[in-house]
Every structure is written in structure tokens, then in C-alpha cells.
């Protein structure tokens, strides 16, 4: 059974005894809930959280699907806590100078030779790299290319380029809350296998081939929670970057909405998913082009979403949202996929609280 704490929010689990189950393991987090959905909802269905956009209405309308041609144990509470590897953003400018020395002129990307990079997912899961346990098409692929990416919220939606402590290079997706916020999975900003957190991550709105509409960012700083980075626990993979205080992609692109939703709105709404797979782009590198699906949840649980949705490695990190009217809420951050179906970590109380943290630091 699942309790909610009136005081932390957060879920504990009981089996008929009254005695504390022991935790899932990470295969066992991938499949869905095997009654569909949960008996008891983490979120009241009375209520819900919004994040605020300027000039759009909070009143509930039916949620809408983009419009793209083509398409068809720690403490209680303890887990959500921030953890992040730097406080000061200002000492970033310096570094991204020095990064501008060497990067090819914004618009356009080369590939270096020789070098290639890998699903950021397997940064944290390697030993899932054999068994290709990341993300999963189901029958045929209906994913459709978004091309050009110049409208919102298409470039709100970034390409990521990670280089870890290693020297290693990954690729993920993230998605701009903010002028200088980008949410991501949690596995793009610190990953186990490879050093922890990163030495950096470029940030690229809106990546569509070689071109880069809104140039390209690096960013150091980075914020997770004690869940992920100290447990590795699906439930708990979600992070942000923070560019530097000089670096302001949001600005010309826009940014999402966020929101928390009770198990019934999750279930009827359509989701909407949009990010960077490794299986599509130039020869090198991949990850360079931006594909779309939407559908509505097979399942939700108190922390994840599950659904159908096609995806491949390399989208980790893209927003799940709503469109409601011209307002776009994520109420998930796409993670990974089992044959089951593929999921996302789902906005509740704490992961919204932390995203608003994280959205003020990037003002």
C-alpha cells in the first residue's frame, strides 16, 4: 500500500504487515504498475500545480497534441534533495570564453574526426550497453522530424553535448525553463560510471543538421538530487544546467511550463515529447536532428510516466509536456524505455519545487 506523508510528500511503501518494502530494483522501475495506474494517486485529482507563464490562462481546457505534419532508501523526503557541483555561475564566463577559443563558429557544426559520442544514458548504465536496454521503438516508428526547428517550442528544445571528467563524450536533450535553465534527465549532469559530474555540456537551442539558430552555450554548473546522484534511483533522474549569467538562450527562444498533475489528467491527456535521438542525424555526429511523437500515458506511477511514445537514446532529458490553448506544461522528463514502455520521471510536488529553484537561478 502507499502512503503519502502529510509533511514531506513523499511516498512510503507498506505491505499488509505494516512493514516497510524493500526498494525496487531498477529493471522492476521500468515496467509499468500492473493494474495500469495507481490505486491511491500521489497528487489529489481535486487539485494542481502550475507553473505561471506570462499572458497564458490558467483555465483547464482539453490538451492538444503539436501540430507537425506527419505525425500519427534515504529519509523520508531526503531524495529530492539538491545536490549540485558549484554555487557561483558568475566564474563560468571565463571558462566559456575559453571554450569559444576552440568551437567552430556558432551556425554550424563539424564533426572532429575520430571522435564520437554515445548515449549519456550508458554514462550511468553500462552494463546495460549490451543488451541495448535504453529505448525502444514499438512496432513502427512514427517519431516525425521537426524541421525547421526556428518556432516555439521546437527551439526551447536543446541538443546537449556532454563531456565528462574522462574526456568521454555523450549526447542527451534538455529543454530551457528559464533565460540561462535547462532541465534534463538527471543521468545528462552527473554520470556514475564516468567521473560524476561533468566537465561541461554545450547547450544548443534548437539544432536542426549543422545549423545552430540560436548558437551554442557551455555550461558547468549543475544541480541533481540525492536520489540520483547518491542512489542512482530511476525515480529520482532529473537535473538542470545553469548557463552563465551572460549566456541567455531563453530569451530568444521562449521556455516551457511546468506543472504537477493528479493521475486522472495524466491518464486522458495527450503527452507531447520532442528531443534529440541518436539513431538520426548527419553521419556524424548524430543526435542532430529533432523528432517528434505524441501520445497518451499506458500507465503513471507516484514518480514515473509510462507510455508509448518512440524513442531512441540520445532524448533523454526531453521535456514531456501538455499544450493547453498556446501554453505548454512538461509534466515529465523523459529518461529512458523497456519493452514495456518507455517513461519519464514525473513532475511531483518536490521535483516542481526544485525546477522553480533552478528556474530562479537562471533569470
Wanted: charge should be neutral.
Amino acid at each position: 500500500m502507499i502512503l503519502l506523508c502529510p509533511v514531506c510528500f513523499c511516498t512510503h511503501y507498506k505491505n499488509q504487515k505494516n512493514e516497510f518494502m524493500k526498494p525496487k530494483s531498477f529493471s522492476e522501475t521500468l515496467r509499468p504498475p500492473k493494474n495500469g495506474n495507481d490505486k491511491n494517486p500521489l497528487v489529489p485529482q481535486s487539485s494542481s500545480l502550475l507553473e505561471t507563464l506570462p499572458g497564458a490562462s490558467l483555465q483547464e481546457t482539453e490538451t492538444e497534441i503539436e501540430q507537425v505534419e506527419g505525425i500519427q532508501l534515504t529519509k523520508p523526503g531526503e531524495a529530492d534533495r539538491e545536490l549540485f557541483n558549484k554555487l557561483n555561475t558568475e566564474i563560468e564566463t571565463e571558462t566559456e570564453s575559453a571554450y569559444e577559443q576552440v568551437m567552430e563558429e556558432p551556425g554550424t557544426e563539424v564533426a572532429e574526426e575520430g571522435v564520437f559520442a554515445r548515449d549519456v544514458f550508458f554514462a550511468s548504465y553500462p552494463e546495460l550497453l549490451e543488451k541495448s536496454m535504453a529505448e525502444i521503438i514499438f512496432g513502427t516508428d512514427n517519431r516525425v522530424r521537426i524541421t525547421p526547428t526556428t518556432s516555439f517550442p521546437w527551439r526551447a528544445i536543446c541538443a546537449l553535448r556532454i563531456k565528462a571528467q574522462d574526456n568521454s563524450l555523450w549526447y542527451g536533450t534538455g529543454w530551457l525553463v528559464a533565460p540561462r535553465t535547462v532541465i534534463t534527465a538527471g543521468h545528462c549532469v552527473f554520470l556514475h560510471a564516468h567521473g560524476g559530474w561533468p566537465k561541461s555540456i554545450e547547450v544548443i537551442p534548437g539544432m536542426d543538421d549543422n545549423l545552430r539558430p540560436y548558437k551554442s552555450y557551455i555550461g558547468t554548473s549543475f544541480r541533481s538530487v540525492v536520489g540520483w546522484v547518491n542512489g542512482k534511483k530511476r525515480e529520482y533522474d532529473y537535473g538542470a544546467i545553469i548557463l552563465p549569467r551572460d549566456s541567455r538562450p531563453g530569451d530568444k527562444t521562449g521556455v516551457f511550463g511546468f506543472a504537477a498533475k493528479d493521475n486522472q489528467y495524466l491518464l486522458s491527456a495527450y503527452l507531447n515529447l520532442s528531443g534529440y535521438p541518436g539513431d538520426k542525424g548527419l553521419p556524424l555526429p548524430l543526435g542532430d536532428q529533432q523528432y517528434f511523437m505524441a501520445q497518451k500515458a499506458k500507465s503513471v506511477a507516484p514518480r514515473v510516466i509510462y507510455y508509448e511514445i518512440d524513442t531512441m537514446g540520445g532524448q533523454s532529458g526531453s521535456p514531456v509536456w501538455v499544450k493547453v490553448g498556446n501554453a505548454r506544461y512538461a509534466v515529465g522528463i523523459h529518461t529512458n524505455g523497456h519493452i514495456t514502455g518507455n517513461s519519464a520521471t514525473r513532475i511531483v510536488l518536490p521535483v516542481f519545487n526544485n525546477i522553480q529553484a533552478w528556474k530562479n537561478l537562471g533569470m
